[in-house]
C-alpha cells in the first residue's frame, strides 16, 4: 500500500500521460501484456507438453526400434502388439487390483484421521505434523525403510521380529507372488506416504461445514455420532471425496516409485503399466513405437475413467474442487 | 482400524467426559506412533552398525555411530555428495523457474484482456488430461534428440511447463482483490510494474506454498530423473538411493544414513514451511 501512495505523490506526470492517452492504445498494449506474461510458458508448453504428446502418437503408428526418427509406417500393429504380445494388459490388471485396494483404504484411512484431529482440542497442530510429515518422504526412500527394515523376510525384519513374539514362523513378504503378500507392503507404504496428505484436504472441508447445521440436526433429535456423520458430515464432504478419490485414482494409475524398487523390473509380477513402458521403451528392445503405442492408451484409460467418475460422483458440484 | 475410531471418538463430541477424551487420545497417539515408526527406524538403523540392523538380537537404541556420516561421504564407491548436490541444484531451479513462468502466464490468464485468452487457457487446461507421468517415454524421445541426457538442462527444463501450476496461480489471481491493482494503475503503474510492485508482494503466502510443493516434488521426482540420468555424475539424490537396494557393495548402516540425509533437508523445509503448506493444499485442494 505504501507503494502506490510514493508513486503517486512522485509521478503525477505520468498520471496524466495516461489520462490523456486514447483508449485504443490501451487495447493493444493489453495484447502485447497478455503474450509478454504468458508467452514463456506457452512456448514452453508447446515444445515440452504438446510435442512430445504429438510426437508420441506418430511414433506409435511406426515401427521405432532403436530409433526416434523412424520411416517405416505400420498402423496399429504397435497397439495389437503391446495388446497381446507383452505384459502391458496383464500391468493394467495389477493396475486395477492396486487402485481396488489403495483408494478406498486411503480415502477411509484420510478421513478417520482428518476427524479424529478435528476433535482434538489440544496438541492439535502437534498431530496433525505427525500425520502430515510423511507427505515429504520420497518412494524411494521409504521402499528402502520397508523392503529392507520392516518387510525383510530374514528375521532382523521388524515385521517378523513382531511375528516371531507370537510365535509365527518367518514370512518372505517380497521373495514371490504367491501368497500375495507383498501387497501388503506395497499398500502400507503408500498409505502411510498419502494419507496426510489427503487428511488436510478433509481437515479443511470439515472446518466449512457450518456449525449450525449441527446444531439444527440435534434440535430435531439426530443423535451425535454415527447419525450427524452419515446424514451431515458425509453429504458436506462429497465435493472433497469426488477429488479424492479422483487424485487417488490418477496416482494409482501413475504408481512406479514403489514398485520400481521394491518389486524390482525383473520380476514377472506385479509390474504397473509404468514400469511396462519403461521396460518397452527404455529396456533392452529400446521400442519407442510400442511404448508411444502403450502411452496413448494409459492415457486415453485414465481420461476416460477420469470422465466417467466425474460423471458418476457429479464432478464439479461441489465448489471447492477448483 | 483406525477407521472406525473416529466415530467412536464423535459420538463423544465436544466435552465428552474424562473418558471420552482419554479414548480419543489414545487413538490419536497410537496412530500418530504407527506413522512415527517408519521415521525412527531410519534414525535407528542409520546410528547402527550392520550387526545392530541385521542381528538377530534387536535393540530399540543404536549404538550412535556418529562416524557413519563421514563414512558416507567419504565412501569413493559412491558419489553422494555429488548426488545431493545435482538435487539441489535441480529443486531449488525448478522451483525458482516454475514460480516464475507459471505465476506469470497465470496472472496474465486471470487478469489481461484479450480476446482470444480463453482459447489459450482451454490449451493449457487440455494438458491437464494427460498426465505427466504418462508422458516420459515422448518427453525422453523429445530430450534425448535435443541431446539433453545426463544434464541440468534435460533434468529442470522439461518439468518448468505445468499446466496444473499454470491453472492454480491462475485461480489465486482470479480471487486477488482487483483495488490494489487498479490504484496502481492509475498511478501510472503498467501491467508489469503492478504485477512485480503490487500483486507478488502482496501473495508471499502463496507463492511460498507452490514454492514449497514444487520443492518437495522436485526433490522426491524419482522416474524422470531415472530416464534422464544415465551417468551416475547425473543422478539425484533418489536415483542414488535406489542404486543402493541393487548394489550389493554398500553396506547397510552406509544405506540407511544416506536415507535419513536425504529426507533431513525436506523435513526442515517441511517444518519450517508448513503453515504455507497447509493452507495452500486446502486452499488449492490438490498437489503440484
Known amino acids: 500500500m505504501s507503494t502506490t501512495t510514493t508513486r503517486g505523490v512522485a509521478q503525477p506526470a505520468s498520471a496524466k500521460a495516461s489520462q490523456a492517452r486514447p483508449r485504443r492504445g490501451l487495447r493493444s498494449n493489453a495484447t502485447l501484456n ?15 507438453v504438446f510435442v512430445p504428446i504429438g510426437w508420441s502418437i506418430w511414433l506409435s503408428f511406426f515401427d521405432a526400434r532403436y530409433t526416434v526418427t523412424p520411416s517405416h509406417f505400420i498402423g496399429f500393429d504397435n497397439y495389437k502388439q503391446i495388446l497381446t504380445n507383452s505384459n502391458f494388459p496383464e500391468s493394467l490388471l495389477t ?45 524411494v526412500a521409504a521402499a528402502l525403510i520397508w523392503k529392507m527394515s520392516i518387510f525383510s523376510g ?68 439426530a443423535k451425535r455420532g454415527w447419525q450427524t456423520f452419515r446424514y451431515i458430515t458425509l453429504p458436506q464432504l462429497r465435493a472433497t471425496s469426488t477429488a479424492v478419490i479422483l487424485l487417488l485414482l490418477i496416482a494409482a ?48 484409460l485414465i481420461c476416460i475413467v477420469t470422465l466417467a467418475q466425474g460423471k458418476i460422483m457429479g464432478f464439479g458440484r461441489g465448489e471447492e474442487v477448483k | 482400524m483406525t477407521t472406525t475410531a473416529p466415530q467412536l471418538g464423535k459420538k463423544r463430541k465436544k466435552r465428552g467426559g474424562i473418558l471420552g477424551n482419554t479414548g480419543l487420545y489414545l487413538a490419536v497417539g497410537v496412530a500418530a506412533l504407527l506413522f512415527l515408526l517408519p521415521f525412527y527406524l531410519i534414525v535407528r538403523n542409520a546410528l547402527s552398525t550392520d550387526p545392530e540392523i541385521t542381528g538377530e538380537n534387536w535393540k530399540l537404541l543404536p549404538s550412535f555411530q556418529w562416524g557413519n556420516i563421514s563414512e558416507l561421504f567419504d565412501d569413493p564407491t559412491v558419489q553422494f555428495g555429488r548426488s545431493l548436490w545435482n538435487s539441489t541444484v535441480v529443486a531449488v531451479l525448478m522451483t525458482v523457474g516454475t514460480l516464475l513462468v507459471c505465476s506469470l502466464a497465470g496472472y496474465g490468464l486471470a487478469r489481461i484482456p484479450y480476446k482470444h485468452s480463453n482459447k489459450v487457457f482451454y490449451a493449457v487446461l487440455a494438458t491437464l488430461m494427460v498426465p505427466t507421468a504418462v508422458t516420459f517415454v515422448p518427453s525422453f524421445v523429445l530430450v534425448s534428440s535435443l541431446g539433453w541426457v545426463d544434464t541440468y538442462r534435460g533434468l529442470i527444463i522439461p518439468g518448468l511447463f505445468s499446466g496444473f501450476t499454470c491453472f492454480l496461480f491462475r485461480q489465486y489471481f482470479l480471487g486477488f482483490p482487483k483495488e490494489l491493482e487498479e490504484a496502481a494503475r492509475v498511478d501510472g503503474l503498467g501491467y508489469w510494474g503492478a504485477y512485480w510492485r503490487i500483486v507478488v508482494p502482496n501473495s508471499l503466502n502463496f507463492f511460498a506454498a507452490i514454492a514449497t510443493i514444487t520443492f518437495i516434488s522436485g526433490w522426491n521426482a524419482f522416474l524422470w530423473p531415472l530416464v534422464i540420468g544415465q551417468d551416475p555424475d547425473s543422478w539425484t539424490v533418489q536415483i542414488a538411493l535406489s542404486s543402493f537396494m541393487t548394489n550389493q557393495t554398500v553396506n547397510f548402516h552406509l544405506i540407511f544414513m544416506a536415507t535419513a540425509v536425504s529426507i533431513l533437508p525436506l523435513i526442515f523445509v517441511f517444518l519450517f514451511l508448513q503453515r504455507w503448506l497447509v493452507q495452500g493444499i486446502a486452499q488449492t485442494g490438490i498437489k503440484g
Open chain 1, 95 to 139: 493396475f486395477t487390483v492396486f487402485a481396488a485396494f489403495i483408494v478406498p483404504t486411503t480415502w477411509a484411512l484420510s478421513l478417520g484421521l482428518a476427524l479424529l484431529v478435528n476433535q482434538l482440542r489440544f496438541m492439535r497442530a502437534f498431530f496433525r505434523s505427525v500425520f502430515f510429515l510423511p507427505t515429504a518422504v520420497s518412494y
Open chain 1, 154 to 221: 530374514v528375521r532382523f525384519g521388524l515385521m517378523n521380529t513382531v511375528l516371531g513374539w507370537f510365535g509365527v514362523d518367518n514370512i518372505a513378504y517380497l521373495a514371490n507372488p504367491s501368497p500375495p503378500w507383498y501387497w501388503l507392503v506395497i499398500v502400507s507404504l503408500r498409505l502411510w506416504i498419502q494419507a496426510g496428505f489427503y487428511m488436510i484436504l478433509f481437515l479443511a472441508a470439515l472446518q466449512n461445514i457450518p456449525a449450525e447445521l449441527y446444531e439444527a440436526a440435534a434440535i430435531d433429535g
Open chain 1, 253 to 300: 494409475y501413475q504408481a512406479f516409485d514403489e514398485f520400481f524398487n521394491i518389486i524390482g523390473t525383473k520380476a514377472t509380477w506385479a509390474q504397473t503399466p509404468l514400469m511396462e513402458l519403461y521396460k518397452t521403451a527404455l529396456g533392452t528392445s529400446q521400442d519407442y513405437g510400442a511404448g508411444s503405442a502403450g502411452a496413448v492408451i494409459l492415457s486415453l
Open chain 1, 34 to 48: 497478455f503474450w509478454l506474461f504468458t508467452g514463456p510458458f506457452l512456448i514452453g508448453l508447446v515444445i515440452f
